[in-house]
């Protein structure tokens, strides 16, 4: 009488019902607000509290299987601050994957000059501005890595935000600034975060395999919590 399926097959509807109620509700918000909304307000604990666990093994599961969590629907009604993000945005995040213009026709259709002889502003793929973060390196060795990230206020018009930072292992995280102070609806602030691997572990940990490790960045208002998930991969593979 029942059947239990998961997986994107199955996500992929409910979430695509959900960005329809949300456009409903906010009309005014692009589909990278509305999928900003859940994201950032999704749970990555289950009905009874705990981490949501992996079907496969069983295990705590990461962001590899979940994504940002899972979605709830309320709290991304009120999320309280977006990641927005423009079509001129994504055209220069696919100019940075380095597409060639018969490519970028393609993808956009609709624009007549969709080429990247403008020179587009976004020139690494993590400079999007998405509600995650990925990090990608070869090798455990020092690096440093630094971008930013653009805040569009959707709550009420005067509200202070502080950042929490839970980094992965091995990595250094840190935000500037650490708070942000909004005075109006749909007001635009900005900051910038780093990433730090300041030890070579290359010299004592020999990996024949990806290495992969989580946290998280959160801003809080004491009634918003806007939850981005950070993956530190590192690939031998990677170029």
Not at 194 to 218: H, K
């Amino acid at each position: 009488e029942f059947n239990i399926i998961s997986g994107t097959s199955t996500s992929c509807p409910h979430v695509s019902g959900l960005m329809a109620l949300l456009k409903a509700a906010h009309p005014e918000w692009s589909p990278a607000a509305i999928k900003s909304a859940l994201m950032t307000t999704a749970s990555i604990a289950d009905n009874e509290g705990h981490r949501i666990t992996d079907t496969y093994d069983g295990e705590v599961a990461y962001p590899t299987a979940y994504g940002s969590g899972h979605v709830n629907p309320n709290a991304a009604l009120q999320p309280g601050l977006v990641y927005n993000i423009s079509i001129q945005e994504y055209l220069d995040f696919v100019c940075g994957l380095n597409y060639s213009s018969a490519d970028m026709l393609n993808i956009f259709t609709y624009i007549a000059q969709a080429n990247c002889t403008g020179g587009g502003s976004i020139t690494r793929p993590i400079d999007l501005n998405y509600p995650s973060f990925s990090i990608v390196v070869p090798s455990l060795k020092p690096f440093s890595l630094t971008t930013s990230r653009t805040l569009t206020n959707v709550g009420p018009p005067n509200s202070t935000y502080t950042v929490s930072i839970n980094p992965p292992p091995l990595l250094d995280v840190f935000v500037i600034p650490s708070t942000l102070s909004f005075s109006s609806l749909y007001q635009n602030l900005s900051y910038s975060i780093t990433f730090n691997l300041s030890r070579n572990y290359a010299d004592f940990i020999e990996l024949d395999y990806s290495f992969n490790t989580f946290g998280s960045l959160s801003w809080a208002d004491g009634v918003h919590n806007v939850t981005s998930p950070i993956s530190f991969l590192v690939s031998r593979n990677y170029r």
